[in-house]
């Protein structure tokens, strides 16, 4: 399915030598070129392409034709004849005419960052729902871009083995397919959403509050979840290590149990093609008791990356603060930071509530952020009166495991017990 394999074009594998090109519009981000630019790179690296060339031009009039001016393409096909690179890539969006004018300007194959993150989602998916959210992403992508390119149809955008053949009127054949196609798939994700919907309401009748691990991508959310879980999750220093959220038990001081989720991580410029295919994949996080945001502060870009983050969870219906779902801040990789900064790190996150400085691959302050979690958790506590039938063990242990248990005496044929327990916790008992 691989844009970079198939047989119609021009043969890219794993390997291929590519020029980075960033279109910088100077927009305020407040993001760091160089590090733009490192991104860029690491996400090229991901599906195995190497990057032998990074160049940043700073656009103060985007052309509608190519995107960069007439000196800058010069330019970049200059830097790709010398590097004999088989493939450009753009850090920014191109319209399906950019493009292909850029395509023949530079005598190359050119990919823009939309494009390559499709291509890193459609390598990872492992699940079935995660491979289905990645085809109807890749097919929205590509519906726009059946144009004639070069000088024949051949090299029409597209894939999944029915695209090709030239003429005007295979175009229009194969954009109904993808309709259907992407019909098809919206409905199996409708299923997917409603099976993932009563898995959420068997968990939410059960006893366990559930914690979602959300952040940047490469912030080190799976080294963490292998932290408190002990589990082995694919955790390296690349891009997208993981797509396919994994959920596994977990104990913390005063909860006998919970349920930790390791999800996908997010990117500046996330295609919105992905944000809608993997919306059921993302409800399980706005199904959870708790969101530990896990920043990278050793990274230049970190504020910028939060803004990121937050941004998709609102799009996604997440809102923190009173009445939103409680957000908690892994202040993560302290240990990669010089001593003055760690030190200033750990100051400024002493002053807060609502964070922990961590480091997730050595294990500094992880138990501190277990013990913040749980007292998140069980924050906003009320005292309840309850009478319970002393042979109903389960409900008593219940209570011991996920409450302060103040009292218990028997009273005629009943026990009595004071106890406290959280909103959620209370909600849970009821549902019982």
């Known amino acids: 399915m691989s844009v970079f394999n198939r047989a119609d074009d021009d043969g890219l594998s ?6 980075v090109a960033l279109p910088d519009r100077g927009s305020g981000s407040g993001r760091d070129t160089d590090a733009r630019l490192a991104e860029a790179a690491g996400l090229a690296a991901a599906i195995g392409v190497d990057v032998v060339e990074k160049l940043a031009f700073r656009l103060r009039d985007p052309k509608p034709a190519t995107l960069f001016g007439s000196g800058q393409v010069d330019a970049i096909a200059t830097a790709a004849r010398m590097a004999e690179a088989e493939l450009v890539i753009v850090d920014g969006a191109l319209s399906p005419i950019q493009q292909r004018n850029l395509e023949k300007a530079l005598d190359t194959k050119v990919i823009d960052r939309t494009g390559l993150i499709l291509e890193i989602f459609g390598e990872r998916a492992a699940t079935a729902e995660g491979r289905l959210q990645v085809e109807l992403a890749h097919l929205d992508y590509q519906a726009g871009r059946l144009v004639r390119s070069w000088t024949h149809l051949e090299r029409q955008r597209g894939g999944f083995g029915f695209l090709g053949g030239p003429g005007e009127t295979q175009i229009e054949a194969d954009r109904r397919l993808i309709r259907d196609r992407m019909a098809k798939l919206r409905r199996e994700l ?3 959403t409603r099976t993932r919907g ?5 968990r939410q009748r059960a006893p366990w509050p559930v914690i979602a691990l959300v952040g940047y991508t490469n912030a080190g959310k799976s080294t963490l979840f292998n932290r408190m879980t002990g589990a082995t999750v694919m955790a390296e220093n ?3 290590a993981t797509l396919d959220p994994t959920m596994r038990q977990i104990s913390l001081p005063g909860i006998d149990k919970a349920i930790l989720s390791d999800t996908v991580g997010f990117v500046s410029d996330l295609p919105t093609q992905l944000v809608a295919a993997f919306r059921a994949t993302l409800e399980e996080v706005t199904a959870a008791d708790l969101i530990i945001h896990v920043r990278d502060i050793s990274h230049p870009d970190s504020e910028p990356q939060a803004r990121d983050v937050e941004a998709v969870l ?5 809102v923190g603060g009173e009445g939103g779902t409680p957000i908690f801040e892994a202040w993560n990789k302290i240990d990669a930071l010089p001593p003055e ?3 200033r790190v750990l100051a400024e996150a002493a002053r807060r509530d609502d964070v922990v400085a961590i480091s997730a691959f050595t294990g500094e302050g992880v138990d501190a952020l277990q013990r913040a979690v749980a007292e998140r958790l069980t924050h906003g506590s009320r005292r309840y009166s309850l009478r319970v039938d002393p042979a109903d063990g389960g409900a008593i242990a219940w209570l011991h495991a996920h409450g302060e248990v103040l ?3 028997m009273d005629g044929d ?3 017990i004071e106890v406290k327990l959280s909103e959620a916790d209370w909600a849970r008992y009821q549902a019982r």
């Open 190 to 192: 409708e299923n997917v």
């Open 414 to 416: 009943r026990l009595a």
């Open 407 to 409: 009292s218990q005496e």
């Open 341 to 343: 900064e760690a030190d």
């Open 314 to 318: 609102a799009e996604i219906g997440i």
């Open 198 to 202: 009563l898995h959420r309401a068997r």
């Open 238 to 240: 690349l891009l997208f």
């Open 14 to 19: 794993r390997g291929a030598k590519a020029i």
